[in-house]
Structure formats: structure tokens, C-alpha cells
């Protein structure tokens, strides 16, 4: 089983940066790609980033390329979203998620989930 507890949302304006992070715990946590998702009030949750096992391969929502960076270390089993340039709408709850599945885009594919953290960007 792995537990995921995300951290780092807040309240910034328009081209601020914010850091998320998501920490993982659980004897099976070896072996999971990693993915964020973000959910805006009345819309579908949708996927913005994701990263494999060993780190080396990103996968990231066109909306976001450029902008998001996301990272993980294995060490501390911990993984982050490092957002700059934020705009208005990427305002939603972030969500951790993570998955043995190969198709990172797709949030049906994650088997665990944690609670999110809210980001809000205002201009």
C-alpha cells in the first residue's frame, strides 16, 4: 500500500512560482511512476505532469510545458512540482497520484491518490 500526502499549495499572484511536494510512504512504493493532476472548481480533474521509477523520463500537459518541472528523489520518496510563470488558470487542487501503468496521461491508470493541496493564483 502507499500513502501520499501532498504539501506546498497556497496563494500567490499571476508569474509567481510555487514548489509542490508529495511525500510517499509504504513498502511498495518502489517501482511507481509518479503524476500530478489538478481539478478546477466544476471541471474534470486533469493531468498536468508526470515522472518515471528512475526519474529519467517526464511526460508534462501541453498547458504547462516550459513552466512545470516535476522530479522526484527516491532517497526521501518524495517527488515535486516546481511551477513558475503561474497564470490565473492554474488555479485548482493538485493531486498526487501514482501508478505501476504505462499510460502516465490517463488518471483512470493510477492506483493511489492522496488528498491534494489547493494552489490559487489571482491577479
Known amino acids: 500500500q502507499v500513502q501520499l500526502v501532498e504539501s506546498g499549495g497556497g496563494l500567490v499572484q499571476t508569474g509567481d512560482s510555487l514548489r509542490l511536494s508529495c511525500a510517499a510512504s509504504?513498502?511498495?512504493?518502489?517501482?511507481?511512476?509518479m503524476g500530478w493532476f489538478r481539478q478546477a472548481p466544476g471541471k474534470e480533474r486533469e493531468f498536468v505532469a508526470a515522472i518515471g521509477w528512475m526519474g529519467g523520463d517526464t511526460f508534462y500537459a501541453d498547458s504547462v510545458k516550459g513552466r512545470f518541472t516535476i522530479s522526484r528523489d527516491k532517497g526521501k520518496s518524495t517527488v515535486y512540482l516546481q511551477m513558475n510563470s503561474l497564470k490565473l488558470e492554474d488555479t485548482g487542487l493538485y493531486y498526487c497520484?501514482?501508478?505501476?501503468?504505462?499510460?502516465?496521461?490517463?488518471?483512470?491508470?493510477?492506483?493511489?491518490w492522496g488528498q491534494g493541496t489547493q494552489v490559487t493564483v489571482s491577479s
Open positions: 497520484a501514482a501508478t505501476r501503468g504505462s499510460n502516465w496521461g490517463t488518471r483512470y491508470q493510477y492506483e493511489h
Open positions: 509504504g513498502r511498495t512504493f518502489n517501482g511507481y511512476a
